[in-house]
T-cell receptor
Framework: DQQVKQNSPSLSVQEGRISILNCDYTNSMFDYFLWYKKYPAEGPTFLISISSIKDKNEDGRFTVFLNKSAKHLSLHIVPSQPGDSAVYFC????????????FGKGTKLSVKP | SQTIHQWPATLVQPVGSPLSLECTVE??????LYWYRQAAGRGLQLLFY??????ISSEVPQNLSASRPQDRQFILSSKKLLLSDSGFYLC?????????????FGPGTRLLVL
């Protein structure tokens, strides 16, 4: 059973518009959430994270929103740029000592010029 | 600053041959270390993790094994590769000062078993 779900395998957005990537989770013990960006044949790059004590975290064009009651988080990219085209992974942690993350299956974002 | 290295970048191996992939981390001490595999069109599958030298936990029983001979070195091995071992292998570390949970990934190794 998937504890972290990214239900949209792909998303296409026009350059300059907003990209919204969604992620749902089932485990209420998760207290830290992360987004990673991955280009083909490269390792994932950490983008932004949010602790469960917050409902929003912003870093430049990237904002992550957390809705704990709905067990839902989203990544907003504004404005979207062609270089943002990549696979985005959502991940969650329950704060265990081993630091394991549970990853979603990813959403492929295509930003068209 | 911390950096993570993986080699080789690409590897083509025949079925039944052994495997050794190496990962090293610089600029930090006592990191948690992880091996992941990304098969074609799929997400990230955690294979092994280690919280210290000689301490290995396996997430998925399979044809692979891992070892941590030194604090910042993590090795993924196999005695006999299978076709299904093909994929993109990623090493990651965590345990940074700011947030212990954030994992930082290496560049990956693409393995093709023929």
């Amino acid at each position: 059973d998937q504890q972290v779900k990214q239900n949209s395998p792909s998303l296409s957005v026009q350059e300059g518009r907003i990209s919204i990537l969604n992620c749902d989770y089932t485990n209420s013990m998760f207290d830290y959430f992360l987004w990673y960006k991955k280009y083909p044949a490269e390792g994932p790059t950490f983008l932004i994270s949010i602790s469960s004590i917050k409902d929003k975290n912003e870093d430049g064009r990237f904002t992550v929103f957390l809705n704990k009651s709905a067990k839902h988080l989203s990544l907003h990219i504004v404005p979207s740029q062609p270089g943002d085209s990549a696979v985005y992974f959502c991940a969650a942690s329950d704060g265990g000592s081993q630091g394991n993350l549970i990853f979603g299956k990813g959403t492929k974002l295509s930003v068209k010029p | 600053s911390q950096t993570i290295h993986q080699w080789p970048a690409t590897l083509v191996q025949p079925v039944g041959s052994p495997l050794s992939l190496e990962c090293t981390v610089e600029g930090t001490s006592n990191p948690n270390l992880y091996w992941y595999r990304q098969a074609a069109g799929r997400g990230l599958q955690l294979l092994f993790y280690s919280v210290g030298i000689g301490q290995i936990s396996s997430e998925v029983p399979q044809n692979l094994s891992a070892s941590r001979p030194q604090d910042r070195q993590f090795i993924l091995s196999s005695k006999k590769l299978l076709l299904s071992d093909s994929g993109f292998y990623l090493c990651a570390w965590s345990g940074g000062v700011v947030t212990r949970e954030t994992q930082y990934f290496g560049p990956g190794t693409r393995l093709l078993v023929l």
